[in-house]
């Protein structure tokens, strides 16, 4: 197994978290919604599997590219 870690694909702040530690996702499957410029962006897992850590809090300012969770992807 190893981690894929998904990143901020712009700087905002974290509007809503949609999965927690152990949940399975897909790798089109929303986690993370942020807020910039008054749009909401979705943050897609990136590779299925489970969530292993979420790294932010709602309403967190974040950088574009900062971690904000990680993602054990099976088989690769």
Do not use: F
């Not at 850590?53 to 904000?68: A, D, F, K, T």
């Amino acid at each position: 197994m190893t981690d894929h870690v998904v990143r901020a694909p712009v700087a905002g702040s974290v509007w809503k978290i949609e999965a927690a530690s152990d949940d399975v996702v897909a790798s089109e499957q929303t986690i993370i919604i942020l807020e910039s410029m008054k749009m909401e962006i979705p943050v897609r897992a990136g590779a299925g599997g489970t969530v292993s850590e979420i790294l932010v809090g709602e309403g967190e300012i974040v950088e574009e590219g900062q971690s904000l969770a990680r993602v054990k992807v099976s088989g690769g």
